[in-house]
């Protein structure tokens, strides 16, 4: 017969165990969600977060998407044309005011989509629901 503690630590070690294979499991099923039908992916870092960050650079802010797997270039007009809203130019004096888009940066060294701006919960919310 096993004394009491170790029979207490031997039940605390498996409901450890089998949280942690449950969050690898919901973890597991969170990827294969993402659609196939895109050129692109966005893969989560170890920790399971989609790696989206804030840079401030010079005094502007800057958005980043990183880990971009694919045709990045894809992914960036369909951040243009889904996500992003224009924005109305500085208006001269007479003249119709013109919608320019936010700016993006794509690196393809790095993998890298940067925004002007700060959209990083917009871009978290919309990649989520996208299946990534």
């Known amino acids: ?11 605390a070690s498996i409901a450890y165990s089998s ?5 690898s499991m919901s973890a ?3 990827h294969e969600q993402h659609p196939q039908s895109t050129s692109w992916s966005v893969s989560r870092t170890a920790s399971n977060f989609l790696p989206v960050y ?3 650079k010079s005094g502007a802010a800057y958005t980043l998407i990183r880990h971009v797997r694919g045709d990045i270039a894809a992914l ?6 889904e996500l992003l ?13 013109k919608k320019t888009p936010i700016p993006i940066s794509v690196n393809t060294h790095t993998n890298t989509i940067a925004l002007r701006g ?11 629901s996208k299946g990534f």
């Open 1 to 11: 017969m096993l004394p009491r503690n170790q029979i207490i630590s031997t039940c």
């Open 19 to 23: 949280r942690l294979i449950s969050r």
């Open 28 to 30: 597991l099923a969170a």
């Open 54 to 56: 804030t840079d401030v």
């Open 76 to 81: 960036s007009n369909t951040i243009k044309e």
């Open 85 to 97: 809203p224009k924005r109305k130019s500085p208006q001269k004096f007479g003249a119709r005011p």
């Open 118 to 128: 700060n959209w990083r919960r917009e871009v978290v919310d919309w990649l989520s």
